[in-house]
């Protein structure tokens, strides 16, 4: 893990950081997964894993999507962000755990560690499986009965940078297989170019993850 502080008084972005310091966006879109959702079924492996990867990758490509805060409360920049995500616990099925699992640039091996970690998660018997968390994570959840169209956190303010992503329900959508993807993210660090790219290249990324 590093990171990296940048000089807040030669930021580009300083002027954004002072206008929407306190400002969040809430974006949903529908995001076609019909290659992945194919080779998923294929290999019989489970969808939520592959979902999780893609996701998490595109946010580690970009610098945008990777500004945080240090303990001291400097701006600056991750050197990679963990996935950190939701499990239904076994033990009380109306309640979940939450889980991160290192991300890795091979998507095999990511999926070894989120098995072992998404098992633990289900058994762990409290929200927070980890005993500690790293500071440089990336929220991911899932509402896998719901085919959403918009969604938004009411109560406090956005205090950090980092992306949140919300999973919906898989449905048809003619001939394609479609997913409802929502994302939170912090107008000070990124603006409309940045969040439609993150869609866009969601749905590239999930095409490409298992080549023909």
């Not at 239904?88 to 979940?96: K, V």
């Not at 998507?107 to 560690?113: C, G, L, N, S, W």
Request: proline share 7%.
């Amino acid at each position: 893990m590093a990171f990296t502080p940048i000089d807040e008084q030669t930021w580009e972005r300083r002027e954004y950081l002072e206008v929407f310091r306190q400002t969040a966006i809430y974006l949903t879109a529908e995001v076609d997964i019909t290659p992945l959702y194919r080779h998923t079924k294929a290999r019989g492996e489970k969808l939520y894993p592959a979902l999780i990867w893609c996701a998490a990758a595109v946010l580690n490509r970009h610098v945008h999507f990777r500004y945080g805060r240090d303990e001291a409360g400097r701006i600056g920049i991750w050197d990679v962000l963990h996935p950190y995500y939701t499990v239904p616990r076994r033990d009380a099925p109306d309640l979940f755990a939450m889980k991160v699992t290192r991300f890795m640039p091979d998507y095999d091996v990511f999926r070894q560690d989120f098995q072992a970690d998404y098992a633990r998660a289900e058994t762990c018997g409290r929200l927070l499986c980890d005993e500690t968390l790293p500071p440089n994570v990336c929220g991911i959840s899932a509402m896998p009965g719901l085919a959403f169209s918009a969604f938004s956190f009411g109560g406090d303010l956005k205090p950090d940078f980092t992306p949140f992503v919300l999973l919906g329900k898989v449905h048809p959508a003619g001939d394609r297989t479609v997913l409802p993807v929502g994302g939170e993210f912090a107008h000070a660090v990124n603006d409309g170019g940045h969040i439609s790219g993150f869609f866009k290249e969601l749905e590239e990324t999930a095409a490409k993850l298992f080549p023909d």
